[in-house]
């Protein structure tokens, strides 16, 4: 920066330290506190109504490490991207610092709490599908620890130098670490532990959003300037005074929709890997949604049947002798259709429709059956996701529609959400937003461009976040945050011929493009460590 526009900066900053108010960090201890109790029991809770024996304490006492580690992770999340949310509101005076991180915790609460779910699985899906199959395992619970751990280690270490890298590149980089050490641990290549399709997905979203977040945040400034030719609007603040009423009830308004879509998109991630553990862990309270309705149940008996005869149409001519679970596990690893995919594909269709009728309902599934049910049904549905997209399964228009009914079946009982799993992440996620957020409020504020945030500018990259995080979360795609605001102040300032700090700027695509490989690489390494330990 140059030495007025530094004098300019010094003379309208925000004030960002407030003094510590007792009272204040009383709530903040109360309510962890009381988040951590209320997991507690209504795990309890739940174990105690499933009837699970308790014959050894040590996975207990894994599941609760495993259950502190993944809350730990959202807990980072939250004051490693509040900055995303709150930098403009702080830097434009339109709410004090502290008030303006307890607002974007509030909604980053109310964003988890009234979150979908699609994102949490589509996360999950990731996985190695060996691994999710015995995420219960002294193999599962490695895996559990190396990618949380990575993600949390990598999320640290850039909060602490101050760069606004993205949780979701870290995550789904740890996933990759995994999925690939855990092939070559036993003996593939490394490719064929990953879903490298739905990687891809994945991987445009969070390359794609940081260019969506630059060039529509600098249109919409641009288009602003053209439509509402009002002066202050695009003025920087003078001295400390907040903005006109409705410009800053446009840039409170932004800071709402992004704390929310980023609790609704960001929380899910590890409402996803809290299911993964409670799954493994405890099978029969987790491992199947206990709760559908009757009808329900005789909706999924009629759309296995339809998908089963879609699927032996399909395999005329060809048998299968003996167990139809190894075929079916190579198709989703190998991704090619063989004479054996189709008739093993409609033997564990059949044999998962016989299971569910002989016992009538999801809740009357016993205990010593629950986990092998469970495997069944997400093997299938793996698969049939795979053969849906598959160009050589040669299904008609109504065949596609029996396959996607039955998918839905089997998903809605094997892909849920209880309640206190989301109000966990929310606590974690919305209390985390109050600590730690200043280092990166300063970059976001201060040194991606030149001269200071002016309302404009912040109203524009906000929305357009707002808009990216928002869309994301209806497709179930997992999109950064960091990436989409950042590089939206960025389009800002470049739009208004604001200049840009290249140091800032290359730090920003440093860790950008540095996110994923070392992610991989300490997830990786930590995955081989904790399967000798385990």
């Known amino acids: 920066m140059s030495d007025v526009a530094l004098a300019d900066v010094a003379g309208s900053r925000p004030k960002l330290d407030h003094p510590a108010n007792p009272a204040t960090a009383f709530v903040f201890l109360g309510l962890l506190a009381g988040g951590l109790f209320y997991t507690a029991y209504s795990l309890y809770q739940d174990v105690e109504a499933a009837g699970t024996p308790i014959s050894a304490w ?16 959202e807990f980072v ?64 619970f490695a895996m559990v620890f190396a990618l949380l751990i990575a993600a949390i280690i990598w999320n640290l270490g850039t909060w602490w130098l101050g760069l606004p890298s993205s949780s979701s590149h870290t995550l789904i980089g740890s996933i990759i670490g995994v999925g690939v050490a855990n092939s070559l641990l036993h003996g593939g290549n490394g490719t064929s532990g ?14 794609l959003s940081p260019m969506v977040g630059f060039v529509a945040a600098a249109l919409l400034l641009l ?86 005869a879609v699927i032996e149409k399909q395999a005329a001519g060809y048998n299968v002798l003996g167990d139809p679970r190894p075929a079916v596990t190579n198709y989703i690893s190998a991704r090619t259709i063989n004479e054996g995919t189709y008739p ?12 569910v009728n002989s016992y009538g309902a999801l809740d009357k599934v016993p205990p010593t059956a629950v986990q092998n049910v469970r495997n ?12 849906l997209k598959d160009k050589a399964n040669n299904l008609s228009k109504d065949d596609v529609a029996s396959i996607t009914a039955f998918k839905g079946s089997l998903d809605n009982a094997t892909r849920f959400i209880p309640l206190w799993v989301k109000i966990a992440v929310a606590i974690a996620l919305g ?48 999109v950064s945050t960091t990436h989409v605001l950042s590089s939206g102040v960025a389009g ?43």
């Open 194 to 207: 990953v879903d490298w399709g739905k990687a891809t997905d994945i991987g445009y979203s969070l390359l």
């Open 492 to 534: 800002t300032m470049a739009a208004n011929g604001s200049g840009l700090q290249w140091s800032t700027v290359r730090n920003l695509l440093m860790a950008w493009v540095l996110t994923l490989p070392a992610s991989i690489l300490l997830a990786g390494g930590l995955y081989f460590i904790f399967s000798k330990l385990f």
């Open 223 to 308: 288009s602003l300037k053209v439509l509402v030719r009002n002066p202050s609007l695009y003025k920087e603040p003078v001295g400390n005074q907040p903005p006109p009423w409705w410009i800053r009830g446009l840039l409170v308004l932004t800071c709402t929709g992004v704390s929310f879509a980023h609790g609704s998109n960001d929380g899910q991630k590890g409402m996803g890997l809290i299911m993964l553990i409670l799954i493994g862990t405890v099978p029969t309270a987790y491992a199947l949604n206990r709760s559908p309705a009757q009808s329900q149940v005789a909706h999924f008996q009629a759309t296995a049947t339809a998908a089963a």
């Open 58 to 73: 040590l996975p207990f006492l894994l599941l609760g490490v495993a259950l502190l580690i993944a809350l730990g992770f």
């Open 431 to 478: 209390l985390g937003t109050m600590i730690g957020w200043k280092r990166i409020v300063v970059t976001v504020g201060e040194k991606i461009g030149k001269t200071h945030l002016t309302y404009a500018q912040g109203a524009s990259a906000e929305v357009v976040a707002m808009a990216t995080i928002g869309a994301a979360d209806m497709y179930g795609l997992p």
């Open 344 to 355: 093993s594909l409609a033997v564990l269709v059949r044999q998962i429709s016989e299971q």
């Open 77 to 140: 999340n939250g004051f490693h991207d509040t900055a995303n949310a709150v930098a403009t509101v702080i830097y434009t005076h339109s709410m004090p610092a502290n008030v303006a991180v307890l607002w974007s915790g509030f909604f980053n609460f109310l964003g988890v709490l009234l979150s979908s779910g699609a994102v949490a699985y589509g996360i999950i899906s990731l996985l190695p599908v060996e691994l999710i199959l015995q995420v219960g395992s002294s193999a599962g």
């Open 376 to 387: 069944d049904m997400y093997l299938a549905s793996e698969a049939l996701r795979f053969l």
